[in-house]
């Protein structure tokens, strides 16, 4: 120990380590405030949760439904008069001029001897026969009863010249009656090849006239099958515009009902979130303050310079008196 030691009875500090602490205080009323805040949310966080229990999404409107409903039947609308279109166009399509005009043609190229035989007969029924009959006639009420008159009349009916008489009669009655009925047949025969050929004439021309007709017919046939394939899809077309324009409408009035479910819903989000939305903004509004604060520190250990003696101490008070007397 030194001699300062053994004067004033002190000591060194031991060689230890110093502990110490240190702490923030913050003021009441922001601590309040944590505190109230804090318990709030809890409050909210412990509540169960809200359900809605409205109609979130807007019906279909009875246009959507009506225009739903429709869209099937406009859509395959077509199918009828197209049907009838493909009908006429396959009808046009396979048609033939030629096949029409065919009946008048074959019967207008037959050979003149071939067809003739149809127009002598008639002609023979009602002329060569029937001078036929007019000369037996002539021979049984005019010839006969004359020539008997005449050989009865010189009493010489019955002999050899009333015989020879009798047949020369009917022999020239019955040459005249060839000869009527050859010239009959050749006028005939005659007749009956122009009218056959002014018949094979008129039904070559009845066969193009016809021909032309049937071509113009398919033709019209099929220019008809065309329209109504248009028809069928200017139908379906101008359906399905309407459906569109009434789906239009039924979509507006189904936009306006969404909107009003969706403002009702927002307006009970906003309800339910109003007390987390002022905790949010209580919360915001102190942010960034800057809380007055106290800090303090406290330290525990042995001190850093002697620790005076009882003899210093005394020095200390005596000078102390001292000077306390010099100020009287």
């Known amino acids: 120990m030194s001699i300062g030691d053994f004067l004033f009875g002190g000591s060194a500090p031991e060689s230890v380590t110093k502990y110490g602490k240190s702490a923030t205080d913050t003021p009441a009323w922001y601590s309040d405030y944590t505190q109230g805040l804090i318990a709030k949310a809890n409050a909210i966080a412990s509540s169960p949760y809200q359900t809605y229990g409205q109609q979130r999404l807007a019906e279909f409107t009875p246009y959507q439904q009506y225009a739903f409903g429709q869209t099937p039947d406009v859509a395959m609308s077509y199918k009828p008069t197209l049907s009838s279109a493909i009908g006429m166009t396959q009808q046009g399509g396979q048609g033939s001029a030629l096949g029409a005009a065919s009946p008048y043609l074959n019967a207008a190229s037959g050979r003149l001897p071939d067809v003739i035989g149809s127009y002598m007969n008639p002609y023979t029924s009602s002329v060569v026969d029937r001078i036929g009959e007019l000369s037996k006639r002539q021979l049984s009420e005019n010839v006969i009863p004359t020539i008997q008159s005449q050989f009865i009349g010189g009493g010489s009916f019955g002999g050899s010249r009333s015989g020879e008489a009798l047949g020369k009669s009917m022999r020239d009655l019955q040459e005249s009656t060839m000869a009527q009925q050859s010239q009959a047949l050749e006028r005939g025969y005659t007749q009956a090849g122009q009218q056959a050929q002014?018949?094979?004439?008129?039904?070559?021309?009845?066969?193009?006239?016809?021909?032309?007709?049937?071509?113009?017919?398919f033709t019209r046939q099929l220019q008809a099958g065309e329209q109504l394939a248009r028809q069928g899809a200017l139908q379906?077309?101008?359906g399905l515009t309407g459906l569109g324009a009434i789906e239009g409408v039924g979509q507006q009035m189904q936009n306006q009902q969404q909107r009003s479910l969706d403002l009702a819903y927002n307006d009970f989000l906003a309800q339910r979130d109003y007390d987390r939305e002022q905790i949010a903004f209580l919360n915001n509004a102190v942010r960034g303050l800057q809380i007055p604060t106290r800090q303090y520190t406290?330290?525990?250990?042995?001190?850093d310079s002697y620790v005076p003696g009882a003899l210093s101490q005394a020095a200390q008070i005596g000078a102390t008196i001292y000077g306390l007397g010099k100020l009287k």
Do not use: F, Y
């Open 298 to 303: 406290e330290t525990v250990g042995p001190a």
């Open 198 to 217: 002014a018949d094979q004439a008129r039904m070559a021309q009845l066969g193009q006239l016809s021909g032309t007709l049937s071509n113009a017919d």
């Open 236 to 238: 379906q077309s101008l």
